[in-house]
């Protein structure tokens, strides 16, 4: 009865190991295949919200309505104020409060588009017509006054295609003022669709107090041949994107890296090996007695059906031969341990857990998300051709972009933290968490309240509203929050331990002592100047996209800015890997910040470029403009560098394995 029942019990407890099996089979097969689907489903969305914008087809007679977005200085793009801030016509009766309905990316901009009043009806021609007229006082005419003076100008946009005019003008050395009271519309339309638009601006009249400016407008329709598709063509600098500068740039980043990868694989493939194969023979020529047995040992675990010493499968199996090595290097002559100096000595130190896990396991993780956004948002803009066919096109596909790869930050940044962690713990996953959900909402916050406090200041439009501001906060709360966590458990679940951390519960206690060496031989001075190599080969690309943001331009060669940026990857990938292979070869085992600084500091450089764009290349000036310009450049500086610090970091980490899966093979 009683071996009746101890039998019960296990087959019970075999059943039941059996079901729990099979449940996590059932699990890890799910989540493997929902990792595999992702990116299809991600590059799925990114095109859904690409090309979500359908032509207007209008009919004879149709009103066609003429938004007006903003004005401001022409030398300070991103300086802007309401348009009826200024003593301009208010649209009256049903137009008074009819305000666009815009997406959340572009009104976080401060982007407002208003009805301006002017009744357009397709393909029908409009005599001048008064939209209203307007008497300034003292107050208005002071404000005028300082409009031209400043080169203010307006935004406007007819069926999502801008137009931009001038307030008016400056005559004459009596500072005589004028304001240019008729805008005419000339508006080309093919089939059904307007296909282009033009204004001009004439009728100057003096800005002078109490005198009426008669404000007017017309309109004139033009048939095109131009295709609807190819409308926004007219609005590309195709001169200046299209120079030949921008195209040898190109082949001198190609040669470079063509060049630099060369370099690092003949170099430190020869290196490694003579490294490899010295330590060998050296072990083997003073140690034969143990060589002996240890491959006794090998041979006869071999017959038992365990792993070999060269087998990489189960490290612990050479574990002997580390403890008698490491022992045999301590009764060397001093000779020999000159001779075996270097990355070799660091096998028991080389795979610490690095200082700040959680923070740096955060960096990484948001760095995988902001390289899994760029990659899907430039090759959905390439297969796209422009974003630029809806107005906000790109702040959309960016914000949508950033929250649904907000998973991905979850899982590399719990994928990372369980792999380097010596004990893994629950509140080190839960600070891992907390890092990467608050950083950016912290950054955000940090940029708008500052953006607020000079927008309202010069009573500026780039002024978030209460309503905006807590919908973009919802979405990190109910969206962004709940997707890192669900990142971090399917990387708890599916990402294993490997041989690393195995070898790295052997390690001993005491940490190998680092020397003092010359000052380029410092972490911060090798991650410092290894930067410089990549800002090299891209800063003509920067100088590109900084034109098209701050000058003025649209930015449309995305198969060059794919081109760069697959560039860019490759020299800090073998950029990192040489710093880290000097670092170690100084018998420095602190490489993880290291690695990942390498990469991280192009964003230095990055943000000192800003620093010389704005200096010699803009007309910017005001501390409001100043402030926008060195916040956003700040940020992108930083994004730059969580997402070039990644890159760097897992190229680094691949080539440690590499290097010391070989010195514990021959070792």
Same mark, same amino acid.
């Given at each position: 009865?009683?071996?009746?029942?101890?039998?019960?019990?296990?087959?019970?407890?075999?059943?039941?190991?059996?079901?729990?099996?099979?449940?996590?089979?059932?699990?890890?097969?799910?989540?493997?295949?929902?990792?595999?689907?992702?990116?299809?489903?991600?590059?799925?969305?990114?095109?859904?919200?690409?090309?979500?914008?359908?032509?207007?087809?209008?009919?004879?007679?149709?009103?066609?309505?003429?938004?007006?977005?903003?004005?401001?200085?022409?030398?300070?793009?991103?300086?802007?104020?309401?348009?009826?801030?200024?003593?301009?016509?208010?649209?009256?009766?049903?137009?008074?409060?009819?305000?666009?309905?815009?997406?959340?990316?572009?009104?976080?901009?401060?982007?407002?588009?208003?009805?301006?009043?002017?009744?357009?009806?397709?393909?029908?021609?409009?005599?001048?017509?008064?939209?209203?007229?307007?008497?300034?006082?003292?107050?208005?005419?002071?404000?005028?006054?300082?409009?031209?003076?400043?080169?203010?100008?307006?935004?406007?946009?007819?069926?999502?295609?801008?137009?931009?005019?001038?307030?008016?003008?400056?005559?004459?050395?009596?500072?005589?003022?004028?304001?240019?009271?008729?805008?005419?519309?000339?508006?080309?339309?093919?089939?059904?669709?307007?296909?282009?638009?033009?204004?001009?601006?004439?009728?100057?009249?003096?800005?002078?107090?109490?005198?009426?400016?008669?404000?007017?407008?017309?309109?004139?329709?033009?048939?095109?041949?131009?295709?609807?598709?190819?409308?926004?063509?007219?609005?590309?600098?195709?001169?200046?994107?299209?120079?030949?500068?921008?195209?040898?740039?190109?082949?001198?980043?190609?040669?470079?890296?063509?060049?630099?990868?060369?370099?690092? /694989?003949? $170099?430190?493939?020869?290196?490694? @090996?003579?490294?490899? #194969? &010295?330590?060998?023979?050296?072990?083997?020529?003073? =140690?034969?007695?143990?060589?002996?047995?240890?491959?006794?040992?090998?041979?006869?675990?071999?017959?038992?059906?365990?792993?070999?010493?060269?087998?990489?499968?189960?490290?612990?199996?050479?574990s002997v031969s580390d403890l008698d090595l490491d022992l045999h290097l301590a009764d060397l002559a001093p000779d020999d341990v000159l001779r075996d100096r270097g990355?070799?000595?660091?096998?028991?130190?080389?795979?610490?857990?690095?200082?700040?896990?959680?923070?740096?396991?955060?960096?990484?993780?948001?760095?995988?998300?902001?390289?899994?956004?760029?990659?899907?948002?430039?090759?959905?803009?390439?297969?796209?051709?422009?974003?630029?066919?809806?107005?906000?096109?790109?702040?959309?596909?960016?914000?949508?972009?950033?929250?649904?790869?907000?998973?991905?930050? /979850?899982? $590399?940044?719990?994928?990372?933290? @369980?792999?380097?962690? #010596? &004990?893994?713990?629950?509140?080190?996953?839960?600070? =891992?968490?907390?890092?990467?959900?608050?950083?950016?909402?912290?950054?955000?916050?940090?940029?708008?309240?500052?953006?607020?406090?000079?927008?309202?200041?010069?009573?500026?439009?780039?002024?978030?509203?209460?309503?905006?501001?807590?919908?973009?906060?919802?979405?990190?709360?109910?969206?962004?929050?709940?997707?890192?966590?669900?990142?971090?458990?399917?990387?708890?679940?599916?990402?294993?331990?490997?041989?690393?951390?195995?070898?790295?519960?052997?390690?001993?206690?005491?940490?190998?002592?680092?020397?003092?060496?010359?000052?380029?031989?410092?972490?911060?001075?090798?991650?410092?100047?290894?930067?410089?190599?990549?800002?090299?080969?891209?800063?003509?690309?920067?100088?590109?996209?900084?034109?098209?943001?701050?000058?003025?331009?649209?930015?449309? $060669?995305?198969?060059?800015?794919?081109?760069?940026?697959?560039?860019?990857?490759?020299?800090?990938?073998?950029?990192?890997?040489?710093?880290?292979?000097?670092?170690?070869?100084?018998?420095?085992?602190?490489?993880?910040?290291?690695?990942?600084?390498?990469?991280?500091?192009?964003?230095?450089?990055?943000?000192?470029?800003?620093?010389?764009?704005?200096?010699?290349?803009?007309?910017?000036?005001?501390?409001?403009?100043?402030?926008?310009?060195?916040?956003?450049?700040?940020?992108?500086?930083?994004?730059?560098?969580?997402?070039?610090?990644?890159?760097?970091?897992?190229?680094?980490?691949?080539?440690?394995?590499?290097?010391?899966?070989?010195?514990?093979?021959?070792?």
């Open positions: 009865m009683h071996h009746g029942s101890g039998g019960s019990s296990t087959s019970e407890m075999l059943r039941k190991r059996q079901q729990d099996a099979r449940a996590k089979a059932c699990i890890d097969f799910t989540l493997r295949l929902l990792k595999l689907l992702y990116f299809p489903a991600l590059f799925a969305l990114l095109l859904h919200v690409a090309r979500q914008f359908t032509p207007h087809q209008y009919q004879v007679g149709d009103v066609v309505t003429v938004w007006i977005n903003r004005v401001g200085p022409y030398n300070n793009p991103q300086e802007t104020y309401e348009y009826f801030s200024l003593p301009f016509c208010r649209p009256s009766g049903v137009k008074l409060a009819k305000t666009r309905d815009d997406s959340l990316a572009i009104a976080l901009g401060g982007d407002k588009v208003t009805d301006s009043g002017m009744n357009l009806y397709f393909k029908r021609e409009l005599p001048v017509t008064q939209l209203c007229a307007v008497t300034p006082n003292a107050k208005q005419v002071k404000r005028l006054k300082r409009a031209v003076e400043n080169n203010y100008w307006y935004q406007m946009y007819i069926d999502e295609l801008p137009l931009w005019g001038l307030i008016g003008e400056k005559r004459g050395n009596n500072d005589e003022y004028y304001v240019f009271a008729h805008k005419e519309f000339s508006i080309g339309y093919n089939g059904d669709h307007i296909v282009e638009v033009n204004l001009t601006a004439s009728n100057p009249v003096p800005i002078k107090q109490d005198q009426r400016i008669p404000f007017t407008y017309s309109a004139k329709w033009v048939s095109s041949t131009r295709t609807f598709s190819r409308r926004f063509d007219r609005y590309l600098d195709f001169n200046f994107f299209e120079h030949r500068v921008h195209r040898y740039s190109l082949l001198y980043s190609i040669m470079l890296v063509l060049i630099l990868c060369c370099i690092v /694989g003949i $170099v430190l493939s020869r290196t490694l @090996k003579h490294d490899i #194969e &010295r330590l060998a023979q050296q072990f083997r020529a003073m =140690t034969p007695g143990l060589a002996q047995v240890s491959t006794s040992h090998s041979f006869s675990g071999r017959r038992h059906g365990a792993s070999s010493v060269l087998d990489d499968e189960d490290p612990d199996s050479s990355w070799r000595m660091l096998h028991n130190d080389v795979f610490r857990s690095p200082p700040r896990l959680a923070l740096f396991a955060a960096a990484l993780g948001l760095g995988a998300q902001l390289l899994t956004l760029a990659a899907g948002v430039l090759f959905t803009m390439y297969i796209k051709g422009t974003t630029y066919g809806k107005r906000g096109g790109l702040p959309q596909l960016l914000l949508w972009g950033y929250f649904a790869t907000t998973v991905v930050a /979850g899982y $590399v940044s719990g994928s990372v933290y @369980k792999v380097l962690a #010596e &004990r893994q713990k629950f509140s080190g996953f839960k600070r =891992t968490m907390a890092y990467v959900s608050l950083f950016v909402p912290s950054l955000w916050i940090c940029y708008q309240l500052g953006n607020m406090i000079m927008t309202w200041w010069h009573g500026a439009t780039a002024i978030v509203n209460m309503a905006e501001a807590l919908h973009l906060l919802s979405l990190f709360v109910f969206v962004q929050i709940p997707l890192v966590v669900i990142g971090t458990i399917i990387a708890r679940l599916l990402h294993s331990t490997d041989n690393e951390s195995r070898a790295r519960s052997r390690n001993v206690m005491i940490r190998r002592p680092i020397a003092v060496g010359p000052f380029y031989s410092s972490p911060w001075f090798i991650a410092l100047v290894a930067g410089a190599l990549p800002f090299v080969a891209v800063f003509i690309e920067t100088h590109f996209v900084f034109s098209s943001f701050w000058n003025h331009k649209f930015y449309y $060669v995305y198969g060059i800015l794919i081109s760069v940026f697959v560039i860019l990857l490759l020299i800090t990938a073998c950029v990192s890997i040489v710093a880290t292979y000097l670092l170690l070869n100084w018998e420095d085992w602190r490489w993880h910040w290291v690695a990942f600084g390498s990469g991280a500091s192009l964003g230095l450089y990055v943000f000192m470029f800003s620093v010389y764009y704005y200096c010699f290349y803009t007309r910017m000036s005001g501390a409001l403009q100043a402030s926008i310009y060195f916040g956003s450049t700040l940020l992108i500086s930083a994004a730059l560098a969580a997402l070039n610090g990644a890159v760097s970091y897992f190229a680094a980490d691949a080539f440690v394995r590499r290097i010391y899966k070989s010195r514990h093979v021959d070792g």
